[in-house]
T-cell receptor
Framework: DQQVKQNSPSLSVQEGRISILNCDYT??????FLWYKKYPAEGPTFLIS?????DKNEDGRFTVFLNKSAKHLSLHIVPSQPGDSAVYFC??????????????FGEGTQLTVNP | NAGVTQTPKFQVLKTGQSMTLQCAQD?????MSWYRQDPGMGLRLIHY???????DQGEVPNGYNVSRSTTEDFPLRLLSAAPSQTSVYFC?????????????FGSGTQLSVL
């Protein structure tokens, strides 16, 4: 079963507008969430994270919102730039996992920002 | 500052062949891991290690073998390649592998098994 789900395989937005990428999870034991960005022919790179004790975390143009009751998080990019075009992965983990980082990833969303 | 280095970048194998994907990191990270990325399935954990001499299975370990003789290196062995192992493989590391640490990824190995 897919415990972390990104229901939109792709998203296209105009430069300067807001991009909203969504992620849903089913495991209520997850308490830490991360977003990774991946360009073609490169490995994923960390973008932003949020702990379950918060409902929002901001870093420049990137903001992640967490709604624990809905088991939903979203990544907002404002304003969107062509260089933001990439695949975005949502990932979740829980401190209950005693050995190793058992990050569970979503399927990814391809964001295309058009000039 | 090399970070996480994976070799080779591309590989084509025939069914039944074996090979080793190399991964090295120079950040003195204790935790290292291997993921595979398949269309529509995200990144799935194959094996991981929390330090030299310690390895454990992830979500999809069958057909793969790992060892960790040094802190820096974490090779992934395909024992007898199958077409189902066609994928992009990523090595990743972090300092301790705790739940709230970000992972550093290598640039990936694109593997095709014919």
């Amino acid at each position: 079963d897919q415990q972390v789900k990104q229901n939109s395989p792709s998203l296209s937005v105009q430069e300067g507008r807001i991009s909203i990428l969504n992620c849903d999870y089913t495991n209520s034991m997850f308490d830490y969430f991360l977003w990774y960005k991946k360009y073609p022919a490169e490995g994923p790179t960390f973008l932003i994270s949020i702990s379950s004790i918060k409902d929002k975390n901001e870093d420049g143009r990137f903001t992640v919102f967490l709604n624990k009751s809905a088991k939903h998080l979203s990544l907002h990019i404002v304003p969107s730039q062509p260089g933001d075009s990439a695949v975005y992965f949502c990932a979740a983990s829980g401190v209950y996992q005693t050995s190793g980082s058992r990050l569970t990833f979503g399927e990814g969303t391809q964001l295309t920002v058009n000039p | 500052n090399a970070g996480v280095t994976q070799t080779p970048k591309f590989q084509v194998l025939k069914t039944g062949q074996s090979m080793t994907l190399q991964c090295a990191q120079d950040m003195n990270h204790e935790y290292m891991s291997w993921y595979r990325q398949d269309p529509g399935m995200g990144l799935r954990l194959i094996h991981y290690s929390v330090g030299a001499g310690i390895t454990d299975q992830g979500e999809v370990p069958n057909g793969y073998n790992v060892s960790r003789s040094t802190t820096e290196d974490f090779p992934l062995r395909l024992l007898s390649a199958a077409p189902s192992q066609t994928s992009v493989y990523f090595c990743a590391s972090s300092f301790l592998g705790t739940a709230n640490e970000k992972l550093f990824f290598g640039s990936g190995t694109q593997l095709s098994v014919l």
